[in-house]
């Protein structure tokens, strides 16, 4: 059986998602970026260097059938758990430079996800 795995990057705040078959396990991965100032000298016509820390948590779903009302509700509350975790990973590893967003759109890239991996487990895909 051809298993989906959905990978949702959320990247310069635009979220976006990707598909890819797999045979390994069905998961959503929640990424979140987090663009951090680097402390560094630079012309002031180049700008400041900055460094992108991305942190990504799987969302497995292999135990629930999308296609029954309450496991896609189940599917929607684990995206909402593991966006929580990724930012405040992100704002563990860094901790002067909160992103007040992050919460909401790491949610949105990944709720955007689930909505495509229950509607094929609907169409029977």
Do not use: W
Request: glycine residues 4%.
């Amino acid at each position: 059986m051809v298993r989906k795995v959905l990978a949702v990057v959320l990247a310069l705040g635009v979220p976006a998602a990707l598909a890819q078959e797999t045979d390994e396990s069905r998961e959503i991965i929640v990424e979140a970026p987090r663009s951090v100032p680097l402390a560094v000298e630079r012309s002031p016509y180049t700008g400041a260097a900055s460094v992108i820390s991305t942190v990504r948590i799987p969302v497995f779903y292999h135990d629930l059938d999308l296609a029954r009302p309450g496991d896609d509700e189940r599917l929607m509350t684990r995206v909402a758990t593991v966006a929580r975790d990724v930012c405040r990973e992100l704002d563990r590893l860094h901790p002067l430079d909160p992103d007040t967003d992050c919460v909401k759109q790491a949610i949105a890239s990944g709720t955007a996800a689930a909505k495509v991996a229950i509607a094929q487990a609907r169409a029977g895909q």
